[in-house]
Structure formats: C-alpha cells, structure tokens
C-alpha cells in the first residue's frame, strides 16, 4: 500500500495536528486491513480492496451536483456542503444553529478518537486522516423547522468525512447525511450525535455512491435524559456498502429508533451492523431492517441489543426482514442479544426469502402483469420504510427507489 500510505503521511504532515493523527495512524498500521477469518467481516469481499488504488486528497476537487442534489437541497432550510471530507460551505441561515469547522480530536464521549475506536481499523483511518470534524451546533429549546441537509460528495479517489451534531436540551431538527459521488473511491464517513435531555433528532443517512464505491461508515447516538433519535440509513450505492449504526441510551427514558434499508443488484454487498446499548432504566430501542437483493448480490445484517446491569424495564426489539429476487442473490440474518438485567422487555425476528407466490397471484387476478404485480409487492415492501421520513424528502427518495428498481432484474419462482 505504497501510494496510499505515502499520500497518508504528506497529509498528516500538513496538519496542525498532526501529532494525534499519527497515533490514529500508528493504530492503523499495527492493526492492518482487517481479514475475512475476523467474524465480524468474514462476509467482506476484502480480497478486491487494494488501498494503492486510493490517494488521500489534500484539498477538495469540483464537481457537479446530481438533479437528486439540487432538488434534495432546494428542498432543506438549511445546506452544510462536504466535499472530499472538506468542509466548503459551513453559512448559517437559522437562529439557534451554528456550523463550526473543528481541529479536535475528541469524540463526542470524551475520549480521543483514537482511544475510543481503537479497535475499528476504518475508524482509525478516519481520525488519521478526516481534513476536520464538520459540527452542526443547535442550541437548548430550538426548533429546526426544515431539514438540515449536509451534502456529502466525493469527487476524488477517497474521502473521509467526519460530522459531529450536538442538541442541547429541549431542540428539535431533522437532519439528512446524503452521500454521492465516490467512481472508485474509498468513503469512509464517521459520524457521531450527542442528543441533551428531553431533545429530539431525527437523522436521515440516505447513500447513493457509484457502484465501482467502497462505502465503510459508522455512525454513534449518545442519547439522553428522555432524548429521541429517529434513524433511517438508506443503502442503494457502491461496491461494498458497510453501515455500523450504534446508540447509547445513556439517560432514563430515553428512546431510539432505527430503520435501515437496501436495494441490491450486480454483485453488490450490503453489510449492515447494529449495537443499541441500554445503560440507563426505562429506556427504548426499536430496529427494523428491511432490504432486498438480486442478480449476485448479497446482504449482511448483524445486530447486538446489549442491557446493562440496572437499565431496569428497558424494552428493546429488533426486526430483519430480506427479499430474495433473484435464485443467486443471497442473504444472512444474525440478531444477538446480550442481557444483564432481568427486569426488562426483549425480542428479536428475523425473515429471507422469496417474494409470496399467494400475495403475487391475488394481485394477478384483479388484472395485473406478473412483472407489475412483483414491482408492486416489492415497492409495498419498502414503503414501511420510506413513510417514516419527513414530507420534504419521502416523496423524493421514494422517486428515487422506484427508478433504482426499475432497472433491476427480478428473477422469481
């Protein structure tokens, strides 16, 4: 990995500081890419990642927006630009929001990055080598009216953009993380949310790389005193799609809500990976993963519900649902609980196959093609998932599902 790490050290080197990014890379180098013998990524076709064919750029390329980002932005309150990690556009128009462009390299929990993704190799990469953190400040008792979108786009060969939001008590805002760009690049985005008491967030991932796109992201909620996130990540792009979305529930009564989704074809990967953590009493998790996959793709999901000892009449859930449409597509499903308390309500579920032959010919005989009844089903499918969205963007994104599916090859019994 000549290239990369030589271009890695030039960029570190240009930074102010690059002391702690050097341990961030140190950490990477002793750890090295991980290998599919490691369980949590024996279903990652590591064997076509080649860093050499990545360069860490030092400044943002230009580039033009797609008709899906005008539109998306058109529609916001509010635009943060991100572009090749670099934070180009962090203005302002609302009262009670401030865009800053950070040096730190703390985590929202207060430990150095480093230290606190020390064993997420990716993660490390990006603490090494993100150009700063982009944090979206929103003040005690604001409410954001319309969507925050930061607009994420990757016109050179890797980008490692890093997005810290920050409620204080009482706000409310909708956020959209929209990620685009990235013809065979490497996207490793890290984002973290710190929810205050009694605030509300809810956070929109929607990722529409290129297909040639390595995607690696993680995402962590620190929720709390009766604080709400409501999560929808979106997968429809690159190579490689690898989404890890965490949640502490770190305050009584607090509450988080996740939904992922994904549409596969070619031979697509999706590997979605999940951690709702309970550590305070009378806290709420509610997951439901729903996707589908044809032609050669395949799709991962792992989630872990984890309850501390003392998180008393927590109730967590977990729900993973997958659409086979093609005999060579291929899905796994692995729920995990792991609980310390007694004193708690908990479930998991988890479904693949095939598009229902019964459900299929009722929609036959009221006069339907079997091609249209099958998109039908499909579409009804994902719309448990798009509804939940705000009304800005479900009428948009759903547009842009159906056109994603349009193109792809359905192959059913």
């Known amino acids: 990995m000549k290239i990369f790490a030589e271009s890695a050290t030039s960029f570190i080197a240009s930074r102010p500081d690059a002391v702690s990014r050097r341990v961030a ?23 076509d990642l080649e860093l050499d064919r990545f360069a860490v750029a030092d400044h943002p390329l230009k580039g033009e927006d797609s008709n899906f980002a005008k539109e998306l932005c058109r529609r916001a309150g509010m635009v943060v630009r991100v572009t090749d990690g670099f934070c ?127 995607h690696v992201a993680r995402t962590t909620g620190f929720l709390g005193r009766d604080a709400r996130l409501r999560q929808a990540v979106i997968g429809m792009g690159g190579h490689y799609n690898r989404s890890r979305n965490d949640a502490q529930m770190l305050g009584l009564g607090s509450e988080n809500e996740l939904r992922t989704t994904f549409l596969g074809s070619g031979s697509q990967v999706h590997d979605f990976r999940t951690h709702q953590l309970h550590v305070a009493g009378r806290s709420h998790s509610t997951l439901l993963s729903k996707g589908a996959v044809a032609d050669d793709s395949r799709s991962v999901y792992t989630g872990l519900i984890e309850i501390e000892k003392g998180a008393k009449r927590t109730d967590a859930r977990q729900t993973n649902h997958n659409l086979l449409l093609s005999p060579t597509a291929h899905a796994d499903s692995v729920p995990n609980l792991d609980i310390k308390e007694n004193d708690v309500m908990c479930a998991h579920a988890s479904s693949v196959g095939p598009l229902d032959e019964l459900q ?44 994603v599916l349009a193109s792809v090859r359905i192959v059913t019994p």
């Open 25 to 47: 890379w140190s950490g990477f180098e002793a750890a090295g890419l991980p290998q599919v013998s490691d369980e949590v990524w024996r279903y990652a076709p590591l064997g």
């Open 360 to 403: 299929r010919w009722y929609i036959e005989s009221r006069g339907v093609s079997r091609d249209d009844a099958e998109r039908l089903m499909i579409q009804g499918f994902f719309n448990e998932m798009l509804v939940a969205l705000p009304l800005e963007l479900a009428e948009l994104v759903e547009a842009d599902v159906t056109s």
């Open 88 to 214: 180009v556009d962090n203005s302002s128009p609302i009262d009670g929001v401030t865009v800053d462009v950070d040096e730190s390299s703390t985590s929202l929990s207060g430990d150095i990055l480093s230290t606190h993704y020390e064993n997420d190799t990716f993660s490390l990469l990006n603490a090494a080598l993100s150009p700063a953190t982009t944090v979206i400040r929103i003040a005690a008792g604001t409410i954001v009216e319309k969507p925050i979108v930061v607009l994420n786009v990757t016109n050179g060969s890797s980008s490692f953009p890093r997005t810290h939001i920050e409620l204080g008590r009482g706000a409310n805002a909708t956020v959209v993380e929209y990620f685009e760009g990235g013809t065979n690049a490497l996207v490793v985005p890290l984002s973290e949310y710190q929810i205050g008491e009694n605030a509300g967030l809810q956070l929109i991932t929607y990722q529409r790389l290129a297909p040639s796109a390595w």
